[in-house]
């Protein structure tokens, strides 16, 4: 395979890989063996990771184990360290993600004394690459047909000395000897990423046969399910003590004496393109006649899939406006989030969007913390709301799908919300909660700027497959009624069954932006105003956040 090396300007390193076009999205999963879990189920180890599905993007981090020497938490500069590079990530307005960019970002702000290695992998749809950012002996993996076509190099001072990013210099390298790699990927390639305690313990022929084994016995295969498949295979190569393992054979190209696998912490994260895997779902669906069942069978596991749009009220104005609302979307977790800043902070000199944005970060951060079975929004906001320090307040909303038992569990506070339509017919609409007119409940930085995180409003809202949610900030609640929604929804499918979450999320935030301006036409902000006392007609110029999420 082709390769070429070239500098850029900062020193890092830069590698690109042939290229090859397609469109392409990924789904992801990923699975975490702490080494000490057996021994103390609740130990976080000293490894990290992060998964972004909106943003296509992944990450990893190994601590390193020297610091507990010091007295110091081996993994809690690791965990700083992904949980800015989440930050980063979720700030990104560009069209693709930096990952470069995203972990020098993270770098400046990690301040915990320790150090680790580090991976970013971000797709990008444009030029159809993975662009990766690394320091040190994590790595990945890109598999096509089943085999291994491309591994990434490793940095190492020596044998088992890895390059690793520090707090101070003197406790590691600069970001700036990152190195850059871009590699060229098709549908149903599978990428696989992990942690020394992976690629220290499998050879890619070992992958290689887990991957047949897997995949000609189920199509149905999750990420998830292959991640784990692969980590316990490296978890029991790490306890053996006679074969041959890659670490084994590094030690012994240093002329070190060491035989069989290295006991550390386990982290796999397995990403394979969507395009391909859609279209055999699809043809063994065809054949099985699984379509219907899929649809009606109640006693499935329920999933989403979403996507989301927004438009800043100043964008015309101001592109690099980032406005007063703030949202995320976390597959992995089938989760997501919003807030809007309330605007009257602007009169203190104060960004009114600054304390929204820190507290969807931390929403985020709270959200790749969470070791349960489903997501308790309710826990994770409050975990948000007390982290979050700056000067403002905002309205709020989590939302978060429990496969197993079918519901919806959401936290509101405010104004924002969200409707579930079910055969393209509105069923239900979250309730708002305000102290008056155009007054909505607000979490605060302190008990006089705000409401306290216990006036959330918690919400369950059972949902079957098929059913699709809406939900946004009063962007959009202001500025359109159910019926508009369930009309764009019924022309949307009718024309193209497969329109994604984003692009719906598009179509409507383009038709709430319009309704926005639209001077004489009632909207449910002019009727509210009505019932208040108040004179107004027609929309409510505002910052547009919609997320849409399709149940499957």
């Known amino acids: 395979m082709d390769q070429k090396i070239e500098k850029r ?23 975490y063996i702490p080494k000490e879990y057996h021994l103390r189920p609740e130990s976080k180890g000293q490894d990290s990771h992060f998964l972004f599905q909106e943003k296509k993007s992944f990450g990893l981090a190994d601590g390193v184990g020297g610091w507990i020497k010091k007295g110091i938490d081996s993994g809690e500069y690791s965990r700083q360290l992904m949980n800015n590079s989440l930050i980063a990530l979720n700030q990104e307005t560009r069209g693709h993600v930096n990952p470069t960019r995203v972990l020098e970002e993270a770098y400046y702000v990690t301040k915990s004394p320790g150090s680790s290695t580090a991976c970013i992998i971000t797709l990008n749809d444009d030029d159809h690459c993975l662009h990766v950012v690394n320091v040190g002996d994590s790595g ?19 044998f088992n000395h890895p390059y690793q990013l520090g707090c101070r210099s003197q406790f590691g390298d600069g970001v700036d000897v990152a190195i850059e790699i871009v590699v060229s990927v098709q549908s149903g390639d599978i990428v696989i990423a992990g942690t020394d305690g992976l690629l220290d313990n499998m050879f890619p022929s070992e992958i290689e046969e887990i991957l047949m084994k897997a995949q000609d016995g189920d199509v149905h295969q999750t990420p998830a399910n292959l991640a784990l498949t692969i980590a316990e295979y490296a978890l029991y190569n790490s306890l053996d003590k006679y074969s041959e393992s890659p670490f084994s054979r590094a030690a012994h190209l240093a002329g070190k004496n060491h035989v069989g696998g290295k006991i550390d912490d386990i982290t796999l994260l397995f990403n394979s393109f969507l395009a391909q895997i859609k279209k055999r779902l699809m043809e063994k669906k065809k054949r099985s006649g699984m379509k219907k069942k899929i649809v009606k069978n109640c006693s499935s596991r329920l999933d989403m899939i979403m996507g989301s749009f927004y438009i800043p009220k100043e964008y015309e104005l101001r592109p690099e406006s980032q406005g007063e609302d703030s949202h995320f979307v976390c597959q992995e977790k089938k989760s997501f989030g919003f807030a809007d800043g309330v605007g009257g902070w602007i009169k203190k000199g104060i960004d009114s969007g600054e304390y929204s944005r820190q507290l969807m970060n931390n929403s985020l951060i709270a959200l790749n913390q969470e070791t349960r079975g489903h997501v308790d929004p309710t826990m994770v906001l409050e975990e948000a709301y007390y982290k979050t320090k700056c000067q403002g307040s905002s309205t709020a909303c989590i939302i978060a799908l429990d496969g197993d038992h079918h519901c919806l569990h959401v ?46 409003m918690e919400i369950v809202v059972s949902v079957q497959s098929g059913d699709i949610v809406v939900a946004g900030t009063d962007g959009l609640l202001d500025n359109m009624f159910p019926s508009e929604i369930e009309e764009i929804l019924t022309k949307t499918l009718d024309r193209d069954d497969h329109q994604t979450p984003e692009d719906l999320a598009w179509t409507i935030a383009e038709y709430a932006l319009y309704n926005s301006f639209d001077r004489y036409s009632e909207s449910p902000f002019s009727r509210a105003a009505h019932l208040a006392g108040k004179n107004h007609v027609g929309g409510k110029i505002d910052d547009i956040t919609v997320v849409v999420a399709k149940i499957i």
């Open 140 to 158: 990945f993996l890109v598999f096509r047909n089943r085999k291994c076509i491309f591994q990434s190099p490793i940095q190492q001072h020596g």
């Open 9 to 31: 300007s900062s020193g890092m390193n830069k590698m690109i890989i042939e290229k090859f076009y397609g469109s392409l999205d990924m789904i992801m999963g990923s699975f």
């Open 411 to 456: 936290a509101n506070v405010g104004d924002s919300g969200f409707l579930v339509f079910r055969n393209r017919k509105c069923i239900y609409q979250s309730p708002i909660q305000q102290h008056g007119f155009n007054h909505p409940y607000q979490l605060g930085s302190n008990s006089r700027s705000g409401d306290s995180v216990d006036t959330a």
